[in-house]
């Protein structure tokens, strides 16, 4: 302790001490805010789950959208939206929603796999809509990467940025980032359109480019990161923007210090 | 004493004149003050040098000359001031010799990878780029190092006031260089042959003139070429990535977008750079629809043009109105068209009229209809520029 004694004082301790805490307060909130993983169950529609995710979505959902899905002021109608979106919606966490909003994020789901596949079963029951994908229909293996680029530089990257990272939209809304959605996730999201994004439907972008962008999608987030951080991803030379910036404070602190006065002049 | 080149330096007992130091004078001051008491005859004005040869002025030394011959105090031979703690210099002194030695080592280093690492295969270059590049940066980096401790913890800190001698040249040097530089004007006939010094001119003034003139080259001027894009009646809306032409049918979820070109141009970047679109499908009643307009005529602000659309599908320019941006964040429940550079705001429901941000025009609407097997068609070019402003926009 004798050593942060000796030096408690010196000019460059609070900056230290401050530096010394963002750091932990960052790698903290990076540790609990980390991943958590997302199952996609597949629904294989009976009457008994049906009458489960009915009570389930009287204990859960039924508040806001309505005792029939039929929807409120204050939530859109379920009628005709699909167990996709069902899926989708609780998979990701964001239903059932902390709050009303238009802005639902990610979060730890509060209903596991079977819950959420028996409501997904009971709205499909409801109207029908866009069901629940097959893994091998968003499955990577022998998909066109290339094409699927061109599709999300051309109809994703807009919001989610290039390689995924997520971005900020208007009043508050933001497209979040794809670095947690599961494949499933991210075929349901482009066939339903959740909260504010556009929908693409299967005719518009084929199944077959559906897994093409989401081979784009697993394959861009999985690569390396140079330095092992990812600052972020929001480009493709981050780390380089970030040591240009970074050599630039050195070489102006450097300066600084270099023609400083001596603290003891000689006379 | 004002013009004194330094205290060290300053003649005794000739205060009225320009005091020359006795590097000009052919004699040594020391003699000159022995000899008669000051610096140098009246008569004798400054030596009258040749041009060409070097100036006196680059043998001058700005130390202070020890001179103690003309009568004044002597000066006290310099004694450099000590480092205050000696125990802190010796270490600086370590560190700064360490810092040396590692330097020489990594020259070293470096002939030795220069001469060892081939650079016959990739891995090997590398390793050789590595090698090189490292000890090259470890031998400056080192010099530096040591050389910015030396200089904080070896060398005293004291300020030291060194006098300067004047901007000014001494009257006789003026006047000496003025006579040599009207000699060389007279003799080289500059003055006296009008002719040849006004053509000299004149010979030059198109080399001023080249570069301007040259500017003109840089580009064409855009002329028209910003006013129109490639759309035309009847191309096909083609969605960009697949090519693939977009039927009206199929496009048929509410809340969906996609970016479309014009048929035969998708690749063609010049093209596409102002003709991208992207197509929009609302629900029924949410669109806030004019009067019917034929394409090519005027169009009201804040509303879209009913006979311009296919069932709720409206196609906009993806070209910002501010500074060109792809403007496509679309917000399917509050039909925001967004432009990610500078937070443009548009509404897609009413023309995309500007709600928010430095855009001043709403984003141009392009007519569209169907063919006769069900694909999207333009039909007619938009009716206005669209991107940013231009000098050439009317």
Redesign the interface.
């Known amino acids: 302790m004798s050593w942060i004694t000796a030096r408690r004082r010196h000019p460059a301790a609070g900056y230290v001490v401050i530096a010394f805490v963002l750091v932990i307060i960052g790698t903290a909130y990076a540790v609990i805010t980390s991943g958590y993983a997302s199952a996609a169950p597949q629904a294989t529609p009976n009457s008994a789950q049906i009458a489960e995710g009915r009570s389930l979505f009287l204990a859960n959902c039924a508040t806001c959208h309505g005792l029939y899905a039929e929807g409120t002021s204050q939530a859109p109608s379920l009628i005709g939206v699909g167990a996709a979106a069902v899926n989708f919606q609780v998979s990701t966490g964001r239903m059932p929603a902390a709050e009303l909003g ?1 802005q639902n994020d990610r979060k730890p789901g509060r209903l596991n796999a079977t819950e959420t596949a028996a409501i997904a079963a009971y709205i499909q029951s409801l109207g029908g809509g866009p069901t629940v994908p097959s893994p091998a229909q968003v499955s990577s293996a022998g998909a066109n990467v290339g ?1 699927g680029q ?2 999300f ?3 994703c990257a ?2 989610h940025n290039f390689v995924g990272a997520g ?1 900020a ?3 508050g ?1 933001a ?1 979040p980032a794809l670095t947690a959605a599961t494949p499933t996730q991210i075929y349901e999201a482009m066939l339903t ?1 959740p ?7 299967d ?3 084929t199944p077959q ?1 559906k897994r093409d962008i989401i081979a784009y999608v697993t394959q861009v987030r999985a690569q390396p990161n140079p330095g092992g951080f990812s600052l972020g991803r929001v480009g493709p030379v981050t780390e380089g923007l970030v040591a240009f910036l970074g050599m630039l404070l050195f070489l102006v602190l450097a300066a600084l210090w ?1 023609t400083a ?2 603290g ?4 | 004493m004002s013009d004194t080149n330094s205290p060290g330096a300053t003649g005794g007992g000739d205060p009225g004149r320009a005091s020359w130091p006795e590097y000009l004078g052919g004699e040594s001051h020391g003699a000159a003050a022995a000899a008669g008491g000051s610096g140098r005859p009246e008569d004798q004005g400054p030596p009258r040098r040749v041009i060409g040869t070097p100036s006196p002025a680059a043998s001058r030394t700005l130390l202070a000359q020890p001179d103690g011959g003309d009568g004044e105090e002597p000066v006290e031979p310099f004694t450099p001031p000590e480092p205050q703690d000696p125990v802190r210099a010796g270490k600086a002194e370590r560190i700064v010799v360490a810092c040396f030695v590692i330097a020489l080592l990594a020259g070293l280093g470096f002939l030795v990878a220069y001469s060892l690492i081939g650079v016959g295969s990739l891995t090997a270059t590398l390793h050789s780029n590595l090698a090189l590049g490292g000890t090259l940066s470890l031998v400056f980096l080192l010099l530096a190092v040591g050389a910015v401790i030396w200089v904080r913890y070896l060398m005293p800190t004291v300020e030291i006031t060194e006098q300067r001698h004047l901007m000014r040249s001494a009257e006789t040097d003026r006047e000496a260089f003025k006579e040599t530089f009207e000699e060389g004007a007279a003799t080289s006939q500059f003055v006296r042959r009008p002719l040849v010094r006004r053509t000299l001119i004149a010979a030059t003034l198109p080399l001023a003139l080249i570069p301007i003139w040259v500017l003109r080259d840089l580009g064409p001027l855009p002329d028209k070429s910003l006013d129109n894009t490639v759309w035309r009646k009847g191309l096909r809306l083609l969605a960009y990535g697949t090519g693939r032409p977009i039927k009206a049918a199929e496009f048929n979820s509410p809340g969906a977008l996609i970016s479309v070109g014009p048929e035969g141009f998708l690749a063609d970047d010049d093209a596409m750079a102002k003709a991208a679109v992207i197509i929009i499908k609302f629900r029924p009643g949410e669109l806030v629809f004019g009067p019917s307009t034929p394409p090519g005529h005027p169009t009201p602000a804040n509303v879209v043009i009913p006979n311009w659309t296919v069932d709720n599908i409206v196609a906009y320019s993806k070209i910002c109105t501010h500074v060109g941006c792809p403007a496509a964040l679309y917000e399917q429940t509050t039909h925001h068209i967004l432009c990610p550079c500078h937070q443009s705001t548009f509404d897609a429901a009413q023309g995309a009229k500007v709600l928010f941000g430095p855009a001043t025009r709403a984003l141009p609407q392009l007519p569209i209809g169907v063919d006769a097997q069900g694909f999207l068609i333009a039909t007619g070019p938009f009716n206005e520029p669209v991107g940013p402003s231009y000098w050439e926009r009317s």
Do not use: R, S, W
Request: some cysteine.
């Open positions: 238009a094409l061109q599709l530089v051309a109809d807009a919001c971005g939209l208007t009043y809304k497209a359109g909260e504010a994004m556009p929908v693409f439907n005719l518009t972008i480019e270099i006065k001596h003891k002049a000689h006379e």
